[in-house]
């Protein structure tokens, strides 16, 4: 059971960092042909990828939120792999500055978070189904079932956990991105 978790992490984790490491290659490939106007190009629309993927975030707290929920997490796991992938291009061939390494560090530890959060959520949910389900057929009254599932529920609480680091990961990407945004738009001269 948990090991099929670690399995699916582990495989995800290893398929998003070979997609993520290609496009840095990408990217290098774009800055050593002089396109530097496609690799900024590509850093805000990877960056406005991922604060549309927020909107899970928005719908989870405000139940009023346009959509639903579902088309939300869908969103918000293919606009942050996709967004992730242009900012890795963004990324890609230029090692010159402290502020942008930082902020790229950060943010691939919020996306390996988040990527981790995400399987620790539908697993835990899935297998708290399936055992209850199993357990309410078996003849278990639900008091019975609940108390059985004690474990998963604890699992539950876990990725509660979770979500209070992923959450301030989060805050140090905005402050680091801001502050790689406004050093760029200086230097550059915006």
Known sequence: M???LIWRVTWSGAGLLVFWWLG???GDQLHRNGWLHALYWAGIAGTLMVLLALGYSIKKRYKAFPGRMV?????HVVLTVLGNLLICIHVGGRTHALVPWMTFIVF???MISGQIGYFLHFYIKQKLAATKRALLEQGNSREEA???LAWVIAGENLLSGWRRVH???NITLALALTLHIV???YYRGW
Request: avoid cysteine; glycine fraction near 4%; charge should be negative.
């Open 108 to 110: 691939l530890i919020v």
């Open 146 to 148: 609940e108390e059985e």
């Open 2 to 4: 948990i090991t099929g």
């Open 167 to 169: 959450f301030p990961l």
């Open 71 to 75: 088309f939300w997490l869908q969103a």
């Open 24 to 26: 840095y290659v990408l």
């Open 183 to 185: 050093s760029a738009v």
